[in-house]
């Protein structure tokens, strides 16, 4: 190599090494910037992947380079980046406590355990204890079931939710998939009783027909496998999740029971932290009252209708501050943040004794 060579190449070693530097202080400002992320997905019980927003980062950056032959090398190098900044974020992140309703293995427990997979979660014996934890900063915020497809709305937490300070960063869907569950030793023609919630049961009525075996109902699914793994009764098996029997140590004899595969529930994160809707947000949810006063009610679907806002549920329930007064909740699409989002709230302040916007999220996740 000539001395020509030589310079030529100390030249871009030291660009390199230049830009290198620069790189790593970029860095450092970059995860610094990623640690406040973490801190306020943790306030708002948010999850640490955002699939869409990574989307919107890599369509935006690789838009800068120039060099067409360099625009898939970098698009690896975000990838890359992002990747590095969830795993910082979920080590940040290990000490967050989630409460639920109910004990492991419950779906609240896999729900909750999905959404926060590094979280420590902890179990408490009903809706409003596992929601008071977060009132008490005992928890960061709490996983509760709002809506089952077959069974309909979860009423007490709605109540909570109305009447409670918390909000709702976030909605997922858990598929609820039915197993037939057994100790390791069992075999199906062991099996003379099924025992798990009595939803559960009914849910798969078909299947435990044909089989002729005795049920017995227990208060969820999960106790029905911890006090089936207890017992060592092979002659009895239980209704749950997969993910319950590696719990207990039981064995999956079955899968996919339950009649209905559409048998879906849909779970909202309660925080601490008032929602802030953003313009990428296109689902809302809120309570609000009308006026005693003759159409006000459909004054108030007419305000949400003709600010550009779908309407995808009106429900009522009673307020229980006073007899036969009622307060209704609204789930629906549309941009809350923009200027026809303030415009539809003050037109609902003219016909609503109360509004509470409790939720402002981009869609449902399913888990």
Not at 15 to 30: C, G, K, P, Q, S
Not at 114 to 130: E, L, S, T, W
Not at 283 to 301: D, P, Q, Y
Not at 334 to 347: Q, V
């Amino acid at each position: 190599m000539s001395n020509e060579q030589k310079t030529l190449l100390e030249e871009v070693r030291e660009t390199i090494n230049r830009v290198d530097r620069e790189m790593a202080r970029l860095f450092e400002e970059r995860m610094n910037a990623v640690r406040k992320v973490a801190e306020y997905k943790m306030a708002h019980g948010l999850q640490v992947l955002d699939p869409e927003r990574e989307k919107q980062v890599i369509e935006r950056n690789s838009a800068l380079i120039e060099d067409a032959e360099l625009k898939s090398y970098y698009i690896s190098f975000l990838n890359e980046s992002m990747a590095i900044s969830r795993k910082f974020q979920h080590r940040l992140m290990e000490g967050q406590r989630v409460a639920y309703s109910g004990v492991p293995g419950a779906f609240a427990h896999i729900a909750s355990a999905r959404i926060f997979p590094d979280a420590v979660c902890v179990p408490y014996g009903n809706f409003k204890a596992a929601y008071d934890s977060v009132l008490s900063s005992e928890c960061d915020c709490a996983v509760l079931p709002i809506e089952n497809s077959v069974n309909g709305d979860v009423t007490q937490v709605m109540d909570m939710a109305y009447a409670g300070n918390l909000y709702i960063s976030g909605v997922y869907e858990l598929r609820v998939e039915h197993c037939l569950l057994a100790l390791p030793d069992a075999s199906i023609d062991d099996i003379k009783t099924v025992v798990s919630h009595e939803q559960a049961l009914g849910q798969c009525t078909s299947y435990l027909s044909e089989h002729g075996w005795t049920q017995k109902s227990a208060v969820n699914t999960a106790v029905a496998a911890k006090e089936a793994a207890e017992a060592g009764d092979k002659t009895v098996a239980v209704i749950a999740s997969a993910e319950t029997a590696e719990l207990y140590g039981l064995r999956v004899l079955e899968r996919k029971i339950n009649e209905g595969t559409n048998n879906v529930t849909r779970f909202a994160v309660f925080t601490r932290e008032p929602i802030v809707p953003a313009p990428s947000n296109n689902r809302f949810i809120m309570f609000f009252t009308v006026k005693n006063e003759a159409g006000s009610l459909m004054k108030a679907v007419e305000a949400i209708g003709k600010n550009g806002f779908n309407l995808r549920a009106l429900k009522s329930r009673p307020t229980k501050e006073t007899n036969w007064e009622y307060y209704f909740y609204a789930e629906g699409e549309g941009t809350i943040a923009d200027k026809s989002g303030r415009r539809m709230l003050e037109d609902l302040e003219e016909v609503c004794g109360k509004i509470k916007l409790i939720a402002s999220f981009d869609k449902d996740i399913s888990i």
